[in-house]
């Protein structure tokens, strides 16, 4: 079965300093992972996603994530944190056995402080 | 270009009634889903709809919980005889093919509230 854990409730981060908001998985497969933002009061926008190809997945707004198949890993990273990336970041996976239903973790919520 | 759009944004209700939330998918997208968001958690897979095939309604908490989808386009999700524990977020999305590459585009959601 599928699983996605993010296991941190949230992140607290000074503006300008990198961030890292982690995910792990577990899924048959190969798994297509992917990381989506939420803003209060609206839906979830997507931000990157990893199929194939390099482990270094670059998205919107600088954010980049790097899959670690050994891990089983998919941790969002940016390399200078803006006060206005205050939101709630969701990890989500699915996998190559055809299957449309992604698997969201319970999100986390990133705080960063002037 | 239009996103998905959902409608009431908002609606309050007393237990017992029934209510029926609106989507609009991104013209051209052939899969939909539905998903409930309750406060302070992640999504809950509802309903997948995905061009004239048989929806999958394995996330449908009860049949109390039911949703049609039109072709390829407007989809209602009903809930009968509301509980208080429906009170959630709605949240629609839609996506240009088959495939879980593919990814979702969100409606803003249709925020429920059971009195």
């Known amino acids: 079965a599928q699983s996605v854990a993010q296991p941190e409730d949230q992140v607290n981060v000074a503006e300008g300093n990198p961030l890292t908001v982690k995910c792990t998985y577990s899924v048959s497969g190969n798994p297509y992972l992917f990381w989506y933002v939420q803003y209060p009061n609206r839906g979830l926008q997507f931000l990157l996603k990893y199929i194939t190809g390099d482990n270094l997945v670059k998205g919107s707004y600088g954010f980049e994530a790097e899959f670690n198949k050994s891990q089983t890993s998919f941790h969002l990273k940016k390399p200078s944190a803006l006060v206005s990336d205050s939101a709630l970041y969701f990890c989500?996976?699915?996998?190559?056995?055809?299957?449309?239903?992604?698997?969201f973790g319970a999100g986390t919520r990133l705080a960063v402080h002037p | 270009g239009a996103g998905v759009s959902q409608s009431p944004s908002n609606k309050v209700t007393e237990k017992g009634k029934d209510v029926e939330l609106r989507c609009d998918p991104i013209s051209g997208h052939t899969a939909l889903y539905w998903y409930r968001q309750r406060l302070g958690q992640g999504l809950e897979f509802l309903i997948y709809?995905?061009?004239?095939?048989?929806?999958?309604k394995s996330g449908l908490p009860s049949d109390r919980f039911s949703a049609e989808r039109t072709g390829e386009s407007v989809s209602t999700l009903t809930i009968q005889r509301t509980q208080q524990e429906d009170s959630a977020v709605y949240l629609c999305a839609s996506s240009l093919a088959s495939g879980v590459a593919q990814p979702q585009h969100f409606g803003d959601g249709t925020r429920l509230s059971i009195l």
């Open positions: 989500a996976v699915g996998h190559s056995g055809g299957y449309n239903k992604l698997i």
């Open positions: 709809f995905q061009g004239n095939s048989a929806p999958d």
